[in-house]
């Protein structure tokens, strides 16, 4: 038997919609690996920021409305709460401010990288490095769905996501596979 006959990198077909050649042929030079880090770090740290504040007055709340305790036993590990300390309402404000923290980074994150993408194409990493979204066939901005799933697959498949562009023809992540998206250059669009 022989093995069969290799198939040809698809990066280079230019009759293909959504490969490499076919976007780069109408719609600009595609973002490599390297181009693509700085933005995902710049819009991790305004989702991750989003998120800081509420968790830290969170944990100041619960820790300041904690009982005082003191040593009341024989063993040192026996305490026992001073009455009339602590404050259940301020411990329950910092669970609700933590809980208020998550909700605030998924909310940076689908105003920043959805809803924006859908508007222009850009997250604010982005359009601070000069890269844009596009739908990879009309080379318009990704639709709503688009734009969510392809989000989705980021969050959940993290960095398998990013390194599959390595190997990828078309120098795309899992997540612009799915959302049928490639990111490019702005320069000139």
């Known amino acids: 038997m022989t093995a069969p006959a290799p198939l040809p990198p698809t990066n280079g077909?230019?009759?293909r919609p959504g490969s490499?050649?076919?976007v780069e042929q109408r719609y600009g030079r595609t973002a490599a690996f390297p181009d693509r880090i700085v933005p995902g770090i710049i819009d991790g740290v305004l989702s991750a920021m989003a998120a800081l504040?509420?968790?830290?007055?969170g944990i100041i709340c619960i820790v300041a409305g904690m009982p005082d305790t003191y040593d009341c036993g024989i063993y040192s590990y026996d305490t026992c709460e001073v009455p009339g300390?602590?404050?259940?309402?301020l411990v329950a404000l910092g669970?609700?401010?933590i809980l208020l923290s998550a909700v605030a980074s998924l909310a940076t994150t689908a105003y920043n990288r959805v809803y924006r993408v859908t508007r222009s194409g850009q997250s604010l990493g982005k359009k601070l490095t000069g890269l844009k979204v596009i739908d990879a066939e009309t080379g318009g901005h990704p639709k709503l769905g688009a734009a969510a799933l392809r989000e989705l697959v980021?969050?959940?498949a993290g960095i398998i996501s990013w390194i599959w562009m390595l190997v990828d023809d078309d120098d795309r992540t899992l997540a612009d596979i799915v959302g049928k998206t490639h990111v490019?250059?702005?320069e000139g669009t």
């Open 53 to 57: 504040v509420p968790l830290v007055l």
């Open 154 to 156: 980021h969050q959940f």
């Open 184 to 186: 490019i250059h702005a």
């Open 95 to 97: 669970v609700l401010l």
């Open 85 to 89: 300390s602590g404050s259940g309402g």
């Open 20 to 22: 490499r050649a076919w």
């Open 13 to 15: 077909d230019p009759n």
